[in-house]
């Protein structure tokens, strides 16, 4: 084996790679309407149809600089039962951006369920048999989430042209991972291009004490509790909580731990 494996693969294709990741990547507004349709190309020459919701928690559409419907103007959904852009429940009640809250890695899927690197028993938990025997467009998609700064969840699908397609394991296997990199590119780039307001103080570094405080505060504990598994005294456990929220510019204890999740500071609470 090579020491570095990347000196083997051709030069054409390191080309061609650079070129498609440069194509999705946006730095203004203005660049959203050609790297959208860059990646809808990329999906496009992969048989596949992109769909993008860049924040499964919000309503907004992903628009352009102008203000028009990417998902309608660019990737195309506009035909009879394909505008599933139009039902803003559909991240509560789809099982698809459902399943991005419990992966980060990209996955496939069919009425068998989701299929993955590993098996992941939360997405084993979700029956996706319904969904694709009465409401889905297709048989069959790969997804894939992307993970935000800040708690925001982003899922895209590329869903088979060939809509009777029910297995990609094989496709999956070949390129759900260089999908993964130009929609991580594509979707981040669109996020802070369009991110008005800043809710979250800059270099924010809570202390240990305080990060522990806030862990066991967000698992339910109370103060009292808390002040005996940590060995400190009431008035401590205080005050280390109301000093995480000067830092965090909180209002109140449920935004200290709100925001202090966002940044990581609590980690897995399960």
């Not at 080309?15 to 507004?29: E, H, L, M, P």
């Not at 860049?54 to 039962?81: M, P, R």
């Not at 103080?201 to 405080?213: G, M």
Request: proline share 4%; glycine share 6%.
């Amino acid at each position: 084996m090579a020491e570095n494996f990347v000196a083997e693969i051709p030069d054409v294709s390191k080309a061609t790679f650079r070129r498609n990741v440069d194509s999705v990547t946006i730095t203004n507004a203005a660049e959203i309407r050609p790297a959208a349709e860059a990646i809808h190309q990329i999906a496009q020459s992969y048989g596949f149809r992109i769909a993008v919701s860049a924040d499964i928690s919000s309503k907004a559409h992903l628009v352009d600089a102008e203000g028009e419907l990417i998902n309608k103007d660019i990737f195309g959904w506009v035909a009879e039962g394909e505008r599933w852009w139009e039902d803003t429940r559909l991240a509560l009640s789809s099982p698809l951006p459902r399943a991005c809250r419990y992966e980060s890695e990209p996955i496939w899927c069919n009425a068998d369920g989701f299929h993955g690197h590993w098996q992941n028993e939360y997405l084993d938990e979700i029956d996706l048999k319904e969904f694709y025997d009465t409401g889905a467009t297709a048989k069959s998609a790969i997804l894939i989430p992307v993970h935000l700064p800040f708690g925001q969840i982003a899922a895209v699908s590329f869903t088979p042209k060939d809509y009777e397609v029910t297995d990609l394991s094989e496709p999956y296997r070949l390129y759900s991972d260089f999908l993964a990199i130009v929609t991580s590119r594509f979707v981040t780039g669109y996020v802070l291009a369009m991110r008005k307001k800043h809710r979250m103080p800059a270099n924010c570094i809570l202390s240990k004490r305080e990060a522990e405080c806030l862990h066991w505060a967000a698992i339910g504990k109370t103060d009292k509790e808390i002040s005996m598994i940590l060995s400190l005294s009431h008035a401590t456990i205080r005050y280390h909580v109301n000093r995480a929220g000067q830092k965090l510019n909180s209002v109140n204890r449920g935004q200290t731990i709100f925001k202090a999740g966002q940044l990581g500071y609590l980690g897995a609470t399960d």
